[in-house]
């Protein structure tokens, strides 16, 4: 009897609670199994971005003939474990390189920064909850 008390709030979570915008992180703590949806944002001109409290995935597609940057959460308690991926998309960080740079705390080893310069790559960043984005 207590697993068919169980079943429906799984599928008010699954099909409700997860399909709402998150603005906090982390909004989901747990296991998913199968796929699972996220938010894109796609920088199309310009050369300086700040990531959003809604970002997941930021593709740089601008054609803007200059480095771009992108400036980071600091990575503390309230971000931890959150992901952020980067890519290239207009093929062109090797002339016009994404920065990274966090707002506090450091990228990895104590850098203050990191820098793309190969065409087309991606970068997956997560926050230790203390004060470093690790890159994966």
């Not at 952020?84 to 740079?101: E, H, P, Q, R, V």
């Not at 310069?117 to 984005?133: A, E, F, H, L």
Request: glycine share 8%; with cysteine; aromatic share 10%.
């Amino acid at each position: 009897m207590r697993f068919m008390k169980i079943i429906p709030t799984l599928v008010s979570l699954l099909f409700f609670g997860m399909s709402q915008a998150q603005t906090s992180f982390p909004p989901f703590s747990g296991t998913i199994y199968g796929a699972f949806s996220a938010p894109v944002r796609v920088i199309t001109s310009g050369t300086t971005d700040t990531v959003q409290a809604s970002d997941y995935t930021i593709s740089w597609n601008s054609s803007a003939t200059s480095s771009k940057a992108e400036s980071l959460p600091s990575c503390s308690s309230g971000n931890k474990g959150r992901v952020l991926i980067f890519k290239d998309t207009a093929n062109s960080s090797s002339i016009y390189a994404i920065i990274l740079t966090p707002i506090a705390g450091k990228i990895e080893d104590g850098v203050n920064f990191y820098i793309n310069t190969v065409n087309g790559q991606s970068i997956t960043i997560q926050c230790d909850g203390v004060s470093n984005w690790m890159v994966n």
